[in-house]
Structures are given as C-alpha cells and as structure tokens.
T-cell receptor, first 113, second 112 residues
Framework: EPEVTQTPSHQVTQMGQEVILRCVPI?????FYWYRQILGQKVEFLVS????????KSEIFDDQFSVERPDGSNFTLKIRSTKLEDSAMYFC???????????FGPGTRLTVT | AQSVSQHNHHVILSEAASLELGCNYS??????LFWYVQYPGQHLQLLLK??????LVKGIKGFEAEFIKSKFSFNLRKPSVQWSDTAEYFC??????????FGSGTKLNVKP
C-alpha cells in the first residue's frame, strides 16, 4: 500500500538555525499538508498546498515558515530561524482531493535546544 | 473560528466493554468528518470518514460513527473493545473541503 514518508525521523537543532523537513507524498496525490503536534497538545494545521501554491495557512504559519515542492516527489517545510517553541512533531499528509481523507506520514520530531 | 471538541481526554475500559467517544464541531459550512487512530509508536491512520449519505458509517476494526447534524456531533463507537484498541483517537473535520481541524484526542487504555 502506498504511504507518505518523512525524513528525518528526528532532528535536533540549535535555536536560530534553519531546518528543512522533508516529505514524500503518495505519488498520485495533488494536495499536500503540514501539521504539528507539540507534546501533549492537539494536532494543529499549518498549511495546505495545491498546484504549486499555498491554498490555506493557519496563524501559526508565519514568515519564518515556508513550503516548497522542489521536484515531482518531495514536499518540504522550512523553518528559517528556529525557536524553542518550534519543538514538536511535524506531520506531512497528502490527499487526492479537497476535503478528502488525508494520509499521514510518520512524523519528524524536531527538538530545538 | 471553527473548532473540534473531544470531551473525553482519557478513557479506561476493560476488554469487551462498549466504547463511545464524543466529538462535537462548530458550525462552519460544509463538513467532511473523520476519525483517525494513532497506535503507540505509529502514525495517524484513518478509521472512518463521513462525506454524505447514510449518517451511520462503518470503519475498520469494528468501529462505527454516527453523524448527527442537528447536534454537530460525530461520535465514535465500538460494541466490544479489545486490548489492541489501546491508542489515541482523533476526530477531525474538514470545513468547506479545505481547512482541516483536529480535536485534542482521546487516549483509550483497554485493560486485558
């Protein structure tokens, strides 16, 4: 069964550093998403992406965040200058239609020290 | 702003007990409704979904959910839980086919 993959599984970075989290969505999916889950809190929507542009973003997704689909397979989330409060699990998801079920990757645990 | 509420944060049951997890969402137009499960150490997996039609939907592993539009609810049920159902359960709502909101999750602990 096709699945969403994410790398790395765990990233440790120092405050102020840039990080790029990578995702490979399911190959025939057209809608891509990033979520985060701070330890002990709910899963929060960050951004959705379709047709090479952001279609929706939350208040969390400020100027320090950006997304990109650099080639036909990868979907990345960049955090320009990490803060301690960016420590969380980041999940990528993809779907084949708007509002359709989303398939989630295993997540990247980001730890900012 | 739209929101999704799960009222039970932690549920402990014995095997064979019946389960009902509550989920309510705020009004916000067209909704698609989902329940996801996260087993320990694994990623989120879809249990079931409701888009339209019969408000009683059946999912995997014997789970079902009922959409009650007048109550803005989409409660998850299982008649008889097993130890292997120990996991965290998330209700999620897609508003107007785009914005996706998750509830805070319910941790289910099934005692053998």
């Amino acid at each position: 069964e096709p699945e969403v993959t994410q790398t790395p599984s765990h990233q440790v970075t120092q405050m102020g550093q840039e990080v790029i989290l990578r995702c490979v969505p399911i190959s025939n999916h057209l809608y891509f998403y990033w979520y985060r889950q701070i330890l002990g809190q709910k899963v929060e929507f960050l951004v959705s992406f379709y047709n090479n542009e952001i279609s929706e973003k939350s208040e969390i997704f400020d100027d320090q965040f950006s997304v990109e689909r650099p080639d036909g397979s990868n979907f990345t989330l960049k955090i320009r200058s990490t803060k301690l409060e960016d420590s969380a699990m980041y999940f990528c998801a993809s779907s084949d239609g708007q509002g359709a079920e989303q398939y989630f990757g295993p997540g990247t645990r980001l730890t900012v020290t | 702003a739209q929101s999704v509420s799960q009222h039970n944060h932690h549920v402990i049951l014995s095997e064979a007990a019946s389960l009902e997890l509550g989920c309510n969402y705020s009004y916000g137009g067209t909704v698609n409704l989902f329940w996801y499960v996260q087993y320990p150490g694994q990623h989120l997996q879809l249990l079931l979904k409701y888009f339209s039609g019969d408000p009683l939907v059946k999912g995997i592993k014997g789970f079902e959910a009922e959409f009650i539009k007048s109550k803005f609810s989409f409660n998850l049920r299982k008649p008889s839980v097993q130890w292997s159902d120990t996991a965290e359960y998330f209700c999620a709502v897609a508003y107007n086919f785009n914005k996706f909101y998750f509830g805070s999750g319910t941790k289910l602990n099934v005692k053998p």
